[in-house]
Nanobody
Framework: QVQLVESGGGLVQPGGSLRLSCAAS????????MDWYRQVPGGKERDLVA?????????NYAASVSGRFTISRDNAKNTVYLQMDNLKPEDTAVYYC????????WGRGTQVTVSS
């Protein structure tokens, strides 16, 4: 079955960096675009943060993270990454990776807290 396991979150000071990873299995990873979403505390919905096409040749970002976050993938490892630099308190959220292979499926996410 489809599995998406996010990791790499934690507590970081404003201006700091984190690298999130998402290990995927149970579907043809290299054939699908992958996304990162986030859900802020108390938020009702997840917001799209970044998208990468199946071969990594096209990247898209939410305006709020453009220039600070970088999405990438390693199809040999079935893993997608999110490098987050110059983090701000408003980036505090639970981060999830996502695939349209099974659009209603969500993993547990990884908590990112940006605070001094």
């Amino acid at each position: 079955q489809v599995q998406l396991v996010e990791s790499g979150g934690g507590l970081v000071q404003p201006g700091g960096s984190l690298r999130l990873s998402c290990a995927a299995s149970g579907f043809p990873f290299s054939a699908y675009a992958m996304d990162w979403y986030r859900q802020v505390p108390g938020g009702k919905e997840r917001d799209l943060v970044a998208t990468i096409t199946s071969y990594g040749d096209d990247l898209n970002y939410a305006a709020s993270v453009s220039g600070r976050f970088t999405i990438s993938r390693d199809n040999a490892k079935n893993t997608v990454y999110l490098q987050m630099d110059n983090l701000k308190p408003e980036d505090t959220a639970v981060y999830y990776c996502h695939t349209l292979y099974k659009p209603k499926f969500w993993g547990r996410g990884t908590q990112v807290t940006v605070s001094s």
